[in-house]
Structure formats: C-alpha cells, structure tokens
C-alpha cells in the first residue's frame, strides 16, 4: 500500500471467556499506539501500563 503498513494481530483460543484472550485484548490498543508513535516520531506514547 504505496508507503503504509497494514499489521493485522489475530488471537484465537478454543475456550469461550478465555481470561487469556481478555488480557492480551486489553493490552494491544495501547502497544500498538506505542509502535505507532515510535515509527512516527522516535518516541513512545505510553510508558507504563495500568495495573502493572
């Protein structure tokens, strides 16, 4: 796509309510901003994650 990236993450378990794919879900949003913030300006957005 001329100069953008396409990142697609897919989790898939075979548990309904998996506390794992509830955790992991939680915690992309705020990776993926950083990642996007660290290609466009050299710096991270977030540095500490909630409950951590």
Same mark, same amino acid.
């Given at each position: 796509? !001329?100069?953008a990236v396409r990142l697609t993450i897919t989790h898939e378990i075979d548990r =309904?309510?998996?506390k $794992?794919? @509830?955790a &992991? %879900?939680?915690a992309? =949003?705020?990776c993926l901003s950083n990642l996007? %913030? $660290?290609l466009e300006t050299g !710096? &991270?957005?977030i @540095? @500490?994650?909630p409950g951590h």
């Open positions: 796509m !001329d100069s =309904p309510e998996s $794992l794919i @509830t &992991v %879900s939680g992309w =949003p705020s996007k %913030s $660290l !710096d &991270v957005a @540095t @500490t994650h």
